[in-house]
């Protein structure tokens, strides 16, 4: 970390505060979106923006995902830098041509000679009983697109520095931020006041560990350092938790290096396994890290189905600490 | 039916179909009113008590367009519905009981747990389902429609829809396609004011949602929501009109949702008085005061009924709160047919 | 400029700004759409060679469009184009040697072969780009306005697309926004009667795609897309209405496509007699002839003016030819900026 | 094979029997899409349906995806069996809400008591020179989705065979066919006349090896065909090339046993490869096969960049048949 100053800030406090450092700084960088103005955002994330950078500024838009994008790009070739926010991250598909043919396109198809620096944030994940369409974990389908990059922090520490690499990126960056953070007073950590960037494309051990790699993805680092805890009380397991932070580019030697020391790598997402982000994360190691393997590789990810509404269900489908333990458990045999 | 003239508006002279009917169907649609209003009200306690995971949009205020709109029309055709679900689905037909349920997330709710309010379906009285899309069933609305062409089943559908969703493009492209291909739906633009804190001032340059039938060669009006006579009247009218191959029509409803937009809504975006203003135009107290004063029902039937619906209510309640949940172990059942 | 009154059309008093121009400019007009013509028909060649890997969709036909608008704005206003974009491209001002390499897949082209024939940008000379998703660059141009309200740097956008993209989801959410923030941007339809094969009748309900202008409470025009003087003309008026900050427009320009849709079309949905009709109302012969008879050029004029423009397209054609193709090492540059 | 009668067919002649065929025998199926009736597709594939079957159920449609999906899946709750066809799989996109948080989830969200019987026929790969918006692979992104099905045939006897059966499946399936096999007389093969269904969800064998396993995907199975012939003529590599066909559900099966012959694997596939499918396949390999692999498993796809126009580029970004061998060389050490 950059700094241990004692200021501890809430996820949704440390995006604000980029957010808003960023636009004193720069007039360029402006927000578009659904109910981000006098409502604040449909998770709060703007609230208060609207007083302080104006309606020129904070762009309170109409329901059109596709819109929102299109003009998010539009601007962003002709010398803007928006911040756009797609309320759910389910509504992304609504976009995707605009995201994935153009957005992400743009600067190859001609040749370099268009830049197209946007950040579209947007709220993904589950455990909040909204169901199938309101719940989603896609990021697996953004990092395939070339031309973009993926960024998912698990602490507001995180959120703040990649945030601010975000904006200054001169590519479009697909923000996944998840809902269960947003306020979640038990993950607040301590965030310096000043503005400092976190280069995209730098994962992070959020705890060092020698006998198991634990891989993960936003809010599943959070369950997943409990699940190391846990298992280092009760049975005295030393997992390491490298957060990849940024989805695209990946850091695949953070993760090399950790199976070297470990030997075993478990990856956990909150997406449904199946096609899931992890698979380029076990087709690397397995392609680069063969020989350092000496057990298969095990995956614990969200169940092939939509995200059911019933707690019951919801709590089944996405991964928590209990299968975090029990899949560690397996492996280490 | 009576042929009598309800109103001659914008050249469309709607007959007055109301009127004629039976005095059990008037008083349903009171009934139904009822239904919605003390439904919402539950679902709302259960919202304060913490007993819904998940969210709730409620339909309170804006009863008289569900009701109206699908009194108006026969009992198998179809509709599709919003995230704002709830009225469509109790107009439709559904079963309290197994509506509550699904709210608590329980196996015996619509979805056995898995669809929550946001996905209310009954699917067998023709509810093509809420959904939690702003604008994602306006295409699946038209499908069904053009199964009704392409079957010549007679059927139509009633497309529910809210002034957010009419600033989607598949608002756009499904329409012109229904229209291009003469599509029996009814567009119905529930117009409440607000695109969860978005005013329709601030997400359209037009006064009447309504006329974007211009852009589709169609057939359409813009209508009081909150009277659930005329809601009846030109749904029935227009219903009419797509049954016999003219196409789909666009009608704007005018009414007001009186509940934030969602459990967490601090509803800064308007004002009190406003609010105070829509509620005297309350559409059960305008329709019960019609039927009273037309003497169809007495205050004290009125009351009974009310009362009536209040119990049928506790009963879903408790219903939905004595049903069991699902088993985790059905977490991957029903994702294919 | 001219004060006189080009027309008065739905009340719109569109000026003559073109009788005052310079004759120079006016004689540029005539070789922006020679050079169009002409780059299309060696581009045409090409294909029939097997020399362009992938298609082309040519602009053969429908000149007076893309040349009236673009001349009727400042050089360093934005546009954004289509698949069908060569036409927009030279009439911005592109280099036809840049263009031509870009064709042929080399690495002198204007993305360096790796965009091609659907993908030709000149963005410094504010051309956003041809896209190759019908509608795909509404929402780009609308953007691109954006910018130009937030940094107030007085320019506008003139946003070319089909009638097969007016159906798109992405221009009715797009025009709304436009319309309800202000936006200076002149969205362009370009009506050639067909979208691939289906004809706009087959496509659309209404008569004018202009009169969807009602949709969003903006202005509009519908205008005969192969007269250089209308197109020119009526964009400067609407341009200058943008520029002072009123708000998008949205016109129809009625041309008409001579060539397949692209080097694979049998053409089996229209008619010789109809293809013959419309090459009758040739625009650059239409406008040659105006030229001739206002004494602007003479005959011989215009023959050394197309005799200069073919000359130009075959130096176009060889830089094209012998530059080098890009090195395959190259392939994974430009993903990023 | 089901027989092997002496009737060669085109890709595309086998595609437009297994309509024609259906179509004839249910009345409820029918055909949507742009330039679907006179044209006869942009690529051929339904020409002479509207003579036989009319405009009623050969649907042409305004250039509107999304519509054209909405309407597929709103017709095939209430009783149609629709056959959608997205001209170019790069506009899936376009519809992507529809296709993935409508007709994908409409089942689950309404527990089991709706069915979306619908075909999205959509023509995917590059190789035409068509560029960044005409040729994409997007397949990884619809198989992360749970409720989709994905097919993929690599020749005509599997295309006549799995569109019927995907006709007949009660689910929604993106059927994805690949442009240079559709009129490619190079890989014509016999095809039964009568209806056969093909089960989605059972790879195959297309050709039997001991030294390597090759996993690959539509046009990438001939590919990989081409470089075992030569492996085999060359060096006497022999190699066993197993066609996925359906990407979801997967055949784990078929490739467990390969490997559990050769050892090795290599996967091939015509998208980025970054997150593209094959990682599922690697990881469901690591998790389950991993004691019979005897080296690194391998993958062979397209380059990290959108597919670029000149011939040169897109040669280099497309896996051809050197590229294939020189990655089984590669993995045979
Ligand atoms: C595509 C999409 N965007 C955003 C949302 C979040 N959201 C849910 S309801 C709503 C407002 C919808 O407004 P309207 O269509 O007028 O319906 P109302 O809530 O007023 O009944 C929004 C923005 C969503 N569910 N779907
Ligand atoms: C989203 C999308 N759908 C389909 C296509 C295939 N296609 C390319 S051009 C075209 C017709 C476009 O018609 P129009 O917008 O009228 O432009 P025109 O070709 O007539 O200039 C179609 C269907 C495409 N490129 N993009
Ligand atoms: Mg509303
Ligand atoms: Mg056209």
Same mark, same amino acid.
């Given at each position: ?67 929102? #994008?299109? *003009?998010? !790009?539009? &601007? ?7 911040? %756009?926010?797609?309320?759910? =991250? ?121 006998? #198991?790699? *634990?891989? !993960?993805? &936003? ?7 409990? %699940?190391?805890?846990?298992? =280092? ?101 | ?337």
């Amino acid at each position: 970390m950059l700094k241990n100053n004692a200021r501890q800030l809430t996820y949704l406090e440390a995006l604000r505060e980029a957010m808003q450092q960023k636009m004193r700084a720069d007039n360029d960088v402006y927000l578009i979106g659904e109910d981000i103005a006098e409502y604040g955002g449909a998770f709060g994330v703007t609230v208060g923006m609207l007083e302080e950078f104006g309606s020129e500024r904070i762009r309170n838009t109409p329901i059109s995902e596709e819109a929102i #994008i299109g *003009i998010a !790009a539009g &601007s962003a070739i002709t010398g803007m830098r928006p911040i %756009a926010e797609i309320m759910f =991250s389910d509504f992304i598909t609504i976009a995707m041509d605009q995201i994935a043919n153009q957005a992400a396109k743009i600067c190859y198809m001609f040749g370099g000679k268009a830049r197209v620096p946007m950040v579209i944030r947007t709220a993904g994940g589950g455990g909040t009983g909204a169901a199938a369409q309101h719940s989603q974990s896609l990021e697996a389908i953004v990092a395939h697109i070339p031309g973009l990059k993926v960024v998912m922090p698990s602490c507001p520490y995180d959120a703040k520095g990649l945030l601010i690499s975000s904006i200054n990126d001169d590519n479009p960056v697909i923000f996944i931020e998840h809902k269960l953070l947003y306020k979640n007073k038990k993950y607040t950590n301590s965030v310096p006041e000043e503005m400092y960037e976190i280069p995209l494309g730098k994962g992070d051990i959020k705890k060092g560990g020698s006998d #198991i790699s *634990i891989v !993960a993805t &936003s809010y599943m680092v959070q369950k997943s350092l409990e %699940a190391a805890e846990k298992l =280092s009380l009760e049975k005295g397991i030393d997992c390491e938790v490298v957060d990849i932070r940024t989805l695209k580019p990946l850091d695949i030697d953070i993760i090399l290096n950790s199976i070297k020391k470990t030997g075993k790598l478990i990856c956990v997402e909150e997406a449904p396994v199946f096609g899931g982000f992890m698979g380029e994360v076990v087709a690397q190691v397995s392609e680069k890290g063969f020989d350092w393997l000496d057990a298969p590789i095990k995956r614990v990810a969200g169940r092939n189905c939509p995200v059911p509404y019933s707690l019951v269900l919801e709590q089944e489908m996405i991964p928590g600490v209990e299968r975090i333990e029990k899949g560690i458990l397996d492996l280490l045999g | 039916m009576s042929k009598k003239l309800y109103k001659d508006v914008n050249g469309y002279k709607i007959e007055d179909r109301f009127t004629g009917l039976s005095n059990d169907l008037k008083i349903e649609m009171l009934r139904k009113m009822y239904e919605i209003r003390h439904f919402e009200n539950e679902a709302e306690q259960f919202i304060i008590r913490g007993m819904i995971h998940g969210t709730c949009h409620l339909y309170t205020g804006e009863e008289a367009t569900a009701v109206g709109a699908i009194c108006a029309i026969q009992s198998d055709d179809y509709i599709t519905s919003t995230h704002r679900g709830h009225g469509h689905c109790i107009a439709k037909g559904a079963d309290l009981n197994i509506m509550m349920a699904e709210l608590l997330g329980k196996k015996t709710g619509y979805s056995k747990g898995k669809g929550g309010s946001m996905h209310i379906a009954d699917v067998r009285s023709g509810n093509l389902g809420a959904n939690g899309v702003v604008g994602g069933s306006i295409g699946i609305a038209t499908g069904g429609a053009l199964t009704c062409k392409m079957k010549k089943n007679g059927k139509i559908v009633v497309c529910f829809f809210g002034d957010g969703a009419a600033n989607q493009g598949i608002f756009h492209s499904s329409i012109n396609i229904a229209s291009i291909w003469d599509l029996p739906v009814v567009y119905l633009c529930e117009n409440n004011v607000y695109g969860m804190s978005t005013s329709v001032k601030e997400a359209f340059n037009i006064k009447r949602i309504s006329d974007r039938k211009y852009a589709y060669g169609i057939e359409g009006l813009t209508i009081d929501g909150n009277d659930l006579i005329e809601v009846f009247n030109t749904i029935s009218y227009f219903a009419g009109r797509c049954r016999t191959g003219k196409g789909p029509v666009l009608v704007e409803s005018l009414t007001y949702r009186w509940s934030g937009h969602s459990k967490s809504d601090a509803q800064v975006y308007r004002t009190r008085e406003e609010i105070k203003e829509w509620k005297e135009r309350d559409p059960i107290k305008r329709y019960r005061e019609i039927l009273i004063s037309r003497k169809i029902i007495t205050e004290k039937d009125d009351s009974d009924l009310e009362k009536e619906v209040m119990n049928k209510i506790q009963k879903a309640s408790e219903f939905a709160r004595e049903s069991p949940f699902p088993d985790p172990s059905e977490v991957e059942d029903d994702v294919y047919a």
